[in-house]
């Protein structure tokens, strides 16, 4: 009798271990579960974030190739950046009379192809509220508001040479 009870109390403490065992094994493996359960939801945020960029990016590498073909363009018309020269303008917004505004704006297009004006603000409106930038000023016109700001590009010496001939 004594040998059975033996025998059943090594069962008894080998099947504990072996749940014991299992318990542990299964409680390992629940927290590496969930770990990567964690990774994979990083990895997946990523991944959706990178689709997300990828129309900016398409369409920045698309600029890119822009500017390299206008490069390639200027380089064979024999363009030379160095002989141009630049200026930034700045008038201040302000009131004008009409007749002030179009011998400003006048002057910044008589340059003809050997200057060119890149305005970064260019604001003008009327003062009164029924006048109109295209139409004769009515009688009692208050005249305008003019502001631009911008740089204007023009030729120091001949910007354009004889064009090169690639080998």
Do not use: Y
């Not at 200027?74 to 008038?91: A, K, T």
């Not at 700001?149 to 690639?166: D, E, N, Y």
Request: no cysteine; glycine share 12%.
């Amino acid at each position: 009798m004594n040998g059975t009870r033996t025998l059943k109390l090594v069962s008894l403490a080998l099947a504990t271990a072996l749940l014991g065992g299992g318990a542990w094994l299964a409680h390992s493996g629940l927290k590496r579960l969930a770990m990567e359960r964690q990774q994979f939801a990083q990895l997946q945020l990523g991944l959706d974030n990178a689709r997300r960029l990828m129309p900016e990016v398409q369409q920045r590498e698309q600029l890119v190739r822009s500017i390299k073909d206008v490069a390639q363009q200027v380089e064979r018309m024999g363009f030379d950046p160095s002989l141009w020269g630049e200026r930034r303008l700045r008038r201040a917004q302000g009131p004008s009379t009409r007749a002030e505004a179009a011998q400003f704006l006048g002057e910044l297009g008589r340059g003809g192809a050997g200057q060119i004006f890149v305005a970064d603000v260019f604001d003008i409106g009327t003062v009164s509220p029924g006048a109109s930038l295209f139409h004769p000023p009515l009688p009692g016109d208050q005249g305008l508001t003019l502001g631009v700001t911008g740089t204007l590009h023009f030729q120091a010496v001949s910007a354009f040479q004889s064009p090169r001939v690639k080998p």
